[in-house]
């Protein structure tokens, strides 16, 4: 059933709890933390204009990265309060809790159309445990709630999911914020009853990861493209040689189910037929994660199906860019997820930057392209391809839940539009 959006609300006046996805990518810049990508803010500015001009007195809650229940300064949203200001063009005030005393006072001092941003939820462990008493906390100044971090949607946590429970109860509504409404437009709806031909782009490392996405979308898609190491996974259960390329040597029998099926359902399954592969040497050297560098050495196109026994493959090759593109180019509905190869590196980019220029090229033809989150958008913003495509989910891990077929809990919590008594929806 449609949830209850923002657009259906009266919300002037009211203290509507917005859940935001502000979980972007930060850097210390001479002692300081700054928002290095915007994208997200971005997106949630319609939302927020909506609210601001509506009269709300809005609170906005969120979470930046993995603090495990403590407070850590680096991990602090206010220089997202600041980002925020200067984008939404208007005061932004910060607090340093999201429950309590403090809380309760800023949220009281609002005006109509004014704006408050909580401190980190995920300060407390009891935001990701989704406990009840912490959820009743935060839900002490909601009149409404909203959630527009769909980003955060298959997360069953206290400030997407717990709160909307303890604000419905007292009869308060919860709605989808345009962000979340737009978001499960493409990835569900526009998706249903696709324009045909329609070609989905698959990439990444792990099979494993994207099974449950391929064997749903076998049932939709005309055409199936796979790239990324998984695609090695399919290589090998097809009897080739791997050399050192990253498979999944357990997951042989699950790319073969998906292979015959896509025979079984006349489905066009494209597996690359070259590759750039290039012989790892180790370094020393340690990345940002604390996992040792590789050093890749002697990148060489491979037209053998089989890789080298000392190299690895690590992107598409020109024959297979040149096949995927002429797919891509015929599509009237493209889904792209996933990257060809490791294309962080520049030697090994090449395939993925040629697939966002074919999906980019498509979609001035006509085509609809919806990329689902992550890497792809990376890789298409890192092409400059950004605002070429039809649409680009703020989510990563939310939007393969999604178009795996799971409900998102995020979702789940809001109310049905049937369901509201006081109003024509
Ligand atoms: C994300 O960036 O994936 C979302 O903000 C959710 O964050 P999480 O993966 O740490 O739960
Ligand atoms: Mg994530």
């Known amino acids: 059933m ?26 210390e810049k001479d002692g300081q933390m700054v928002v290095t990508d915007v994208t997200r803010i971005k997106e949630t500015l319609p939302t927020l204009d909506m609210l601001v001009k509506g009269g709300a007195k809005i609170i906005l809650a969120a979470h930046l990265g993995r603090p495990k229940g403590k407070k850590e300064p680096t991990m602090s949203l206010r220089p997202v ?28 001092a609002l005006q109509p159309g004014q704006v408050l941003l909580l401190e980190n939820v995920r300060f407390y462990a009891e935001e990701e445990a989704n406990n009840p008493a912490f959820a009743e906390k935060m839900a002490q100044v909601a009149d409404i709630y909203v959630n527009d971090a769909f980003g955060s949607a298959h997360r069953a946590h ?31 709806d526009e998706l249903e009853k696709p324009a045909r031909p329609f070609v989905v782009i698959l990439g990444g490392a792990k099979v494993s990861d994207k099974i449950t996405v391929i064997d749903r979308l076998l049932d939709k898609a005309d055409t199936i493209l796979i790239g990324g ?34 025979k079984a359902k006349n489905v066009k399954f494209l597996l690359p037929t070259d590759d750039i592969v290039a012989t790892p040497v180790k370094t020393d050297k340690l990345d940002k994660k604390g996992k040792p560098i590789i050093d890749w050495q002697n990148p060489t196109t491979n037209t053998d199906l089989n890789c080298p026994d ?22 009237k509905t493209i889904l792209w997820n996933g990257p ?21 090229d498509a979609t001035v033809k006509g085509a609809k392209s919806i990329i689902g989150g992550g890497d792809s958008v990376k890789a298409l913003n890192k092409a400059g391809l950004g605002g070429q495509v039809t649409f680009m989910s703020t ?10 077929g799971k409900e998102l809990p995020g979702v789940a919590a809001l109310s049905d539009k049937g369901t509201c008594c006081c109003c024509a929806h």
């Open 310 to 331: 000392e190299m690895a493959g690590l992107d598409i090759g020109p024959a297979t860019v040149k096949a995927y593109s002429a797919e891509i180019a015929s599509a």
């Open 2 to 27: 449609p949830k209850l959006t923002v657009k259906d609300l009266d919300v002037r006046g009211q203290r509507v709890f917005v859940r935001v996805d502000f979980n972007v990518p930060m850097e």
């Open 229 to 262: 190491a998984m695609a090695y996974t399919f290589r090998l259960a097809q009897g080739a040689k791997t050399g050192k390329s990253l498979v999944e040597a357990d997951k042989t029998d699950t790319a073969k189910a998906a292979l015959a099926k896509a």
């Open 158 to 188: 206290a400030s997407t999911e717990g709160i909307a429970r303890f604000v419905a109860k007292r009869g308060g509504k919860c709605a989808a914020g345009l962000l979340m409404e737009r978001e499960l437009k493409f990835l569900g």
């Open 340 to 360: 060809m190869g490791l294309f962080e590196n520049k030697q090994f980019a090449a395939g993925t930057n040629a697939v966002a220029k074919a999906v980019a």
């Open 395 to 404: 989510g990563g891990g939310a939007s393969l839940e999604f178009l795996e």
């Open 81 to 108: 309060a600041a980002k925020l200001a200067e984008m939404l063009k208007c005061p932004v005030n910060f607090v340093e809790d999201c429950i309590g005393e403090s809380v309760a006072k800023a949220a009281a």
